[in-house]
Each structure stands twice: as structure tokens, then as C-alpha cells.
């Protein structure tokens, strides 16, 4: 009862205060010359898969909106200022696309959005910090170090490459002849620390610059479902060559833990897909999930 009353005091005292003007609110008006100081905002509305220009969709700008032409591009003059940008499929057919822009000059910004076919769940559990890191270009220059290999890897190896490509129906790696020429180097161990194989990753800015992965040797003699654990193995490091971390999703060969069939299947081959779609460093926090 004691604190009620002086917390009922302390409001009196304050509605006091405020009326005779003796404290102020927390202005923090920033002033803005709105005249003086507009930018124009372009670019184009587009299906990540096809490219296509999207022109049935509702752009938000802060106060303002607008529509796509039939090419899917857009413009808008407006303050320089910090404003919440959001693109919303009106048929529904896509994800909707939502970004905070802090305007400062002309600003281009192209609006990849990804169509409701792609489980964009899925997608980001791949990708636990949501930024897409991957190779600026594809494909992936490979060098299999063939006179290191043991028998059966080199046709192992060769066969995680077929089923990444086939699933994604994309040209992701090539061989080349030297380690000079390659991103992704293959070396064969006798030993790895706490693991089968292992993969390390060279970054900058956003990009893969060089990997190389390490796998050990003895793997032929171990029979994993129907295919050799060193086909699992080239596959499940092979995916995290493209970009993939872990996911929780069972059945596919990125899970961690490892449940169920550990395959690259088809869902796989979308998500590829999309990645290497999406412009490099592609934050998916701006395509929202819990939205109805
Ligand atoms: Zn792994």
C-alpha cells in the first residue's frame, strides 16, 4: 500500500511538472529539409528463378506506395530518410520481400523475390547467421588430386558431383588439371581430426575465395545404405562447398544430426537453385516466415 501511494505521488508530481513546463519530452525531432533533399528509389520487382519482372505486387515505402510497370520496374522520389521497404505479391505467389533502407542518395535496389514453391524455411536452415555466403560464380573449378586418390574415390567424387548437378539441373564444378587453377581442392588424409572428412573455407566479402577439402582414406571398405560412406562424405562436404551449413531437416545429406537418409535429394536442388539466384550476401531475414 506504502508503494502504491508513492508511486500515485510521484504521477502527480509529474503531470505538475509537465503542465507548468518544467520538464520537457524527449525531443529528438530530426529536422529535415524535404524539398531540398529527395532521392529516387528504382529498380525492378523479380521472380529469383525465372528473372521475370513481377508486376502484380504493392511496394511500400514508409508513407507511400506504389505499383511495378508490366516490366516490373519502379520508382519512387522521396526524403532522404530511413524508411521500411516492403514488396507484397498481391496473388499471394510469392514470399513478401521486407528491408530497412536508410536512403541517403539515388539508390537502385532490384527485389528478388522467391515464389511460394520454395519452402523458404527449409532454405534458411542453411544458413544460421540468414546471410547467403556462396561462390560469386559458378562452376566450381575442382581439382581431384587423382594421383593421391585411393581406388573408388575418384568415382565416388565423381558421383556426388553428378547428383548435386542433377538435382539442381546446374553446372556447379568442373575439373581442372592443376591445384593452381582450383577453388576447391581435394586432399586425401590418412587422419581427420573428430570427423570422416572436412572442408575449409576461405571467405571474403561475402564470397568463397578457396576451400579445400580433406577426407580420409579408408572409407571404401564402409558400406552406407547402398552407396560407400565416402560418397556420403565427398556429398555431405560437396554441400557445404556450395554454401550450405547444417540443418535440422531430416532425410537430406546436410542433416545434423543425421537422421533419417542421409541423400541429396530433390528439395536440395531447389535450394541451390535459389541460393545461387539470390544476389551474394543476401540477408533472408528480409523474407519473413511467420507472415499468414
Ligand atoms: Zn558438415
Known sequence: MHGLERRLRRIVALLIAAATGSISSPSTCIEHNAESNTVCLSGTVCDVLTAEGIENCHIVVGEDSTRPDPSGSYEVRLPASAYVFSVRSLD?????????????????????????????????????????????????????????????????????IGDWEFVSAMNLF???????????????????????????????????????????????????????????AFAHELGH?????????????????????????APLGTIIQVVYSLPVGTNLLCYPINEK
Open 174 to 232: 568442373e575439373e581442372v588439371q592443376t591445384p593452381e587453377e582450383a577453388d576447391l581442392d581435394i586432399e586425401y588424409v590418412s587422419h581427420v581430426k573428430y570427423a570422416e572428412s572436412t572442408i575449409d573455407l576461405r571467405v571474403d566479402a561475402g564470397c568463397f575465395t578457396h576451400m579445400t577439402i580433406s577426407i580420409e582414406t579408408y572409407y571404401p571398405w564402409y558400406i552406407f545404405g547402398q552407396k560407400s560412406y565416402a560418397y556420403k
Open 241 to 265: 562447398a556450395l554454401g550450405l551449413s547444417h540443418s535440422t531437416y531430416p532425410f537430406q545429406i546436410m542433416a545434423s544430426p543425421h537422421v533419417g537418409k542421409w541423400e541429396i535429394t
Open 92 to 160: 499471394k505467389e510469392y514470399y513478401t520481400y521486407s528491408t530497412l533502407l536508410h536512403l541517403r542518395e539515388d539508390t537502385h535496389l532490384d527485389v528478388p523475390m522467391i515464389p511460394r514453391s520454395v519452402d523458404v524455411r527449409f532454405l534458411k536452415s542453411f544458413f544460421p547467421n540468414d546471410v547467403i555466403i556462396r561462390w560469386e560464380n559458378l562452376p566450381i573449378k575442382v581439382y581431384y588430386n587423382r594421383p593421391d586418390a585411393p581406388a573408388g574415390y575418384i568415382h565416388m567424387l565423381e558421383g556426388a
